[in-house]
């Protein structure tokens, strides 16, 4: 379940850096601002932090150099060998959104970039309830993903990717499932949080969701 992209990021987990330092023109805009984005969001993570599809460490690193202390799940063997090699002090467990180890730590943060994505809209629903459970008292979901306004915007990506050449983009794009922000506010909303979104590129979203009372 979830799991469908797994040999995917096996195959791109040694160039995945470059790709987020913006040497794959196609990606480049995607990613623009990549650091700064992780950056802010692991300011606003607060410790004990569980994270999902960590990749190759790069929010993780930033969280642990604030002296947070992480928990990773990740389902890319890949990855995960990286991930260890990049940010040693967190502990990095396989598994994925909907599955992953039974953790005693609480859990004040759950954080995600890049990721979420890959979720069906159900498995997504399923992940947020999940989300509610876990998460102490005064906790949040923090996530940086790409995400459409709605169905004309999404056309107009598509639209602009494919003028540029950009067909492996324009692809993914179509066949990932991004969500729509009225679809995503209303699961987050559903399971009983407050939510937040700011658009932080020409792809991507921070969204913020606060465990309601
Ligand atoms: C685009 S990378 C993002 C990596 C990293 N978070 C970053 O910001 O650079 C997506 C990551 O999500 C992982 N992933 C894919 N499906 C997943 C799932 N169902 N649950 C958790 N992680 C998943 C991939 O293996 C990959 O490491």
């Given at each position: 379940?979830?799991?469908?992209?797994?040999?995917?990021?096996?195959?791109?987990?040694?160039?995945?850096?470059?790709?987020?330092?913006?040497?794959?023109?196609?990606?480049?805009?995607?990613?623009?601002?990549?650091?700064?984005?992780?950056?802010?969001?692991?300011?606003?993570?607060?410790?004990?932090?569980?994270?999902?599809?960590?990749?190759?460490?790069?929010?993780?690193?930033?969280?642990?150099?604030?002296?947070?202390?992480?928990?990773?799940?990740?389902?890319?063997?890949?990855?995960?060998?990286?991930?260890?090699?990049?940010?040693?002090?967190?502990?990095?467990?396989?598994?994925?959104?909907?599955?992953?180890?039974?953790?005693?730590?609480?859990?004040?943060?759950?954080?995600?970039?890049?990721?979420?994505?890959?979720?069906?809209?159900?498995?997504?629903?399923?992940?947020?309830?999940?989300?509610?459970?876990?998460?102490?008292?005064?906790?949040?979901?923090?996530?940086?993903?790409?995400?459409?306004?709605?169905?004309?915007?999404?056309?107009?990506?598509?639209?602009?990717?494919?003028?540029?050449?950009?067909l492996n983009l324009?692809q993914?794009?179509?066949?990932?499932?991004?969500?729509?922000?009225?679809?995503?506010?209303?699961?987050?909303?559903?399971?009983?949080?407050?939510?937040?979104?700011?658009?932080?590129?020409?792809?991507?979203?921070?969204?913020?969701?606060?465990?309601?009372?």
């Open positions: 379940m979830g799991m469908e992209f797994v040999d995917l990021f096996n195959q791109w987990a040694s160039s995945y850096d470059d790709t987020v330092a913006g040497k794959d023109p196609e990606y480049r805009e995607v990613f623009d601002g990549y650091e700064e984005m992780l950056e802010r969001l692991a300011k606003l993570s607060l410790s004990p932090v569980l994270e999902f599809g960590v990749g190759t460490a790069n929010l993780t690193r930033k969280m642990v150099d604030q002296n947070k202390v992480v928990l990773g799940v990740e389902p890319s063997s890949e990855m995960r060998r990286i991930a260890k090699v990049k940010c040693p002090e967190a502990a990095i467990y396989e598994g994925n959104f909907l599955e992953y180890p039974m953790l005693q730590s609480p859990i004040r943060s759950i954080v995600s970039s890049f990721a979420f994505h890959h979720l069906t809209s159900s498995e997504k629903k399923a992940a947020i309830v999940d989300f509610h459970q876990r998460l102490e008292e005064d906790g949040q979901v923090i996530f940086i993903d790409t995400l459409f306004k709605d169905k004309d915007h999404k056309s107009m990506l598509i639209k602009e990717a494919e003028q540029a050449g950009f324009a993914d794009l179509q066949e990932e499932y991004y969500p729509y922000l009225e679809e995503i506010k209303e699961m987050f909303v559903e399971a009983g949080f407050e939510v937040s979104f700011e658009q932080i590129n020409k792809y991507a979203w921070l969204i913020q969701a606060e465990k309601g009372e």
